[in-house]
């Protein structure tokens, strides 16, 4: 994850005017212009924060992606088991979609910036990659068999989840059984 920088108030202000309007509109259509309105500053104030709205981005990005693990986080610290564990993304992604009912804005990132070398890419790919290697070390922990495997399943699972919500097919219950189903086989004794 990219580290954190110290935003002033004006800062703050943009970076939740862009947080609010890169996902509820997209990252290509929303201007400086439209951000430095929505959050009360001058275009010149938010390159001065910023540099660049490719920066801003990526800020936007970093933070949206620090909250987002932290909430992962709690989750699989509240798990009773570590099997539990394991699957705590897929509770968080509960929590997560009552208030971001536009899909995965690291998906909607990656979708709009296809350029690797774009900052913002590589945080929407990083934090893809992030959660791949968490499911793969909560298995390793939970004492799964082929953790690797597994992981590549949970997360194709939590993706496909995020990516349907928009739909509103809410396919989050069944996603979610079904990660503690390949859990629990990856977990059971074997004779």
């Known amino acids: 994850m990219q580290e954190a920088r110290r935003l002033t108030p004006a800062g703050r202000r943009i970076v939740a005017a862009a947080d609010e309007l890169f996902y509820s509109r997209g ?12 959050s009360g500053v001058t275009k010149r104030t938010l390159y001065n924060q910023f540099g660049s709205k490719d920066h801003l981005v990526a800020t936007y990005l970093a933070e949206r992606d620090h909250r987002w693990r932290s909430l992962v986080q709690a989750s699989v610290d509240a798990a009773g088991t570590p099997a539990e564990a394991v699957t705590a993304p897929f509770e968080a992604l509960r929590t997560w979609t009552e208030t971001n009912s536009r899909g995965c804005a690291f998906i909607n990132a990656l979708a709009e910036l296809p350029d690797p070398s774009h900052p913002a890419h590589r945080i929407a790919a990083n934090q893809k990659l992030w959660l791949l290697n968490l499911f793969q070390e909560l298995a ?44 629990r086989s990856s977990t059971s004794p074997r004779p």
């Open 27 to 38: 990252i290509t259509a929303v201007g400086v212009d439209l951000i430095a309105e929505h």
């Open 140 to 183: 390793v922990t939970a004492g799964c068999s082929h953790p690797a495997a597994l992981a590549t399943q949970l997360l194709v699972l939590h993706e496909g989840a995020v990516a349907t919500q928009p739909l509103s097919l809410d396919c989050l219950p069944e996603s979610a059984a079904l990660a503690r189903v390949l859990v």
